[in-house]
């Protein structure tokens, strides 16, 4: 079996043998990302809160960097034009985050879900914001206990839902680690990501977080909800936070895109 030391021993052997160039590019340690990047970062922003139009998108645009806004309609309509012209204007990704935010799922059956949650929402999405065939899902809250039955049969009940009403992928926010290229193409419905600074205003947990993810080439996406002057509870980060994590990952040698971005990409590659 290669192991990362052998495969390392293999490059150096190969270089100093002169053996083809080709057979040593194979083996470099982060292959899959454009441009040699060592990791890919998807920023999102949850909820549909007025403050990411007021506060976030300018530092997006500041940073030169494009995000994956996962919207409710409960929160967003009110200024339903300015999303609209966001994205008639930014070039950012639109996402479904149900109507209402439910975080208890018992009243739902599935079918009801659908009904009252997913589809309204997403006619909302292509109303304002423009159809998307490969529209992105996040789960409220975390939860996927869907309808009947253990823990398992839950999630796989929901994952079929979101399958069957045409999603191509959903995030959870569990603080799990970032996803391998392989783990992202094998279960696209169970993408983990991180809201460190909704716990702790603090630019060292998400930068903490990415460069984990650059150690081995993932995929990092980072969640964020009100991005304010001044946090003054949970699920807030300050703008000050926010525009240091921005700054920082402009610096660095990974590849910011929105989620959908990364998967199609994912899916070209031979992983
Ligand atoms: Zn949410």
Same mark, same amino acid.
């Given at each position: 079996?290669?192991?990362?030391?052998?495969?390392?021993?293999?490059?150096?052997?190969? @270089?100093?043998?002169?053996?083809?160039?080709?057979?040593?590019? @194979?083996?470099?340690?982060?292959?899959?990302?454009?441009?040699?990047?060592?990791?890919?970062?998807?920023?999102?922003?949850?909820?549909?809160?007025?403050?990411?139009?007021?506060?976030?998108?300018?530092?997006?645009?500041?940073?030169?960097?494009?995000?994956?806004?996962?919207?409710?309609?409960?929160?967003?309509?009110?200024?339903?034009?300015?999303?609209?012209?966001?994205?008639?204007?930014?070039?950012?990704?639109?996402?479904?985050?149900?109507?209402?935010?439910?975080?208890?799922?018992?009243?739902?059956?599935?079918?009801?879900?659908?009904?009252?949650?997913?589809?309204?929402?997403?006619?909302?999405?292509?109303?304002? @914001?423009?159809?998307?065939?490969?529209?992105?899902?996040?789960?409220?809250?975390?939860?996927?206990?869907?309808?009947?039955?253990?823990?398992?049969? #839950?999630?796989?009940?929901?994952?079929?839902?979101?399958?069957?009403?045409?999603?191509?992928?959903?995030?959870?926010?569990?603080?799990?680690?970032?996803?391998?290229?392989?783990?992202?193409?094998?279960?696209?419905?169970?993408?983990?990501?991180?809201?460190?600074?909704?716990?702790?205003?603090?630019?060292?947990?998400?930068?903490?977080?990415? #460069?984990?993810?650059?150690?081995?080439?993932?995929?990092?996406?980072? @969640?964020?909800?009100?991005?304010?002057?001044?946090?003054?509870?949970?699920?807030?980060?300050?703008?000050?936070?926010?525009?240091?994590?921005?700054?920082?990952?402009?610096? #660095?040698?990974?590849?910011?895109?929105?989620?959908?971005?990364?998967?199609?990409?994912?899916?070209?590659?031979?992983?």
């Amino acid at each position: 079996m290669l192991t990362r030391r052998s495969i390392s021993a293999g490059l150096t052997a190969a @270089v100093l043998s002169g053996a083809p160039l080709a057979a040593a590019r @194979v083996r470099a340690p982060f292959p899959i990302w454009p441009n040699g990047a060592r990791a890919a970062v998807s920023l999102t922003y949850d909820d549909g809160l007025d403050s990411q139009l007021d506060n976030a998108t300018g530092a997006l645009d500041a940073a030169g960097l494009k995000a994956t806004f996962f919207i409710t309609r409960d929160n967003a309509e009110a200024r339903a034009e300015d999303w609209a012209n966001l994205a008639k204007t930014s070039g950012h990704e639109f996402g479904n985050h149900t109507v209402t935010h439910p975080c208890d799922l018992r009243p739902y059956t599935a079918a009801s879900f659908a009904r009252r949650e997913l589809l309204p929402m997403e006619a909302w999405l292509d109303d304002h @914001v423009g159809r998307n065939p490969k529209r992105l899902f996040a789960y409220p809250c975390s939860v996927t206990d869907l309808g009947p039955g253990d823990a398992n049969r #839950q999630l796989a009940r929901y994952e079929a839902l979101l399958k069957t009403t045409g999603f191509r992928g959903a995030r959870t926010c569990d603080e799990d680690d970032p996803n391998s290229p392989r783990y992202a193409r094998a279960d696209p419905y169970r993408l983990r990501a991180s809201a460190t600074t909704s716990d702790k205003d603090d630019p060292a947990l998400p930068i903490a977080y990415v #460069q984990d993810a650059m150690k081995r080439g993932d995929w990092a996406i980072l @969640v964020f909800h009100d991005i304010l002057e001044r946090r003054t509870g949970l699920g807030e980060t300050s703008i000050a936070t926010h525009d240091a994590v921005l700054r920082w990952l402009a610096s #660095q040698p990974v590849w910011c895109a929105p989620m959908g971005q990364v998967l199609d990409h994912i899916a070209g590659q031979p992983v």
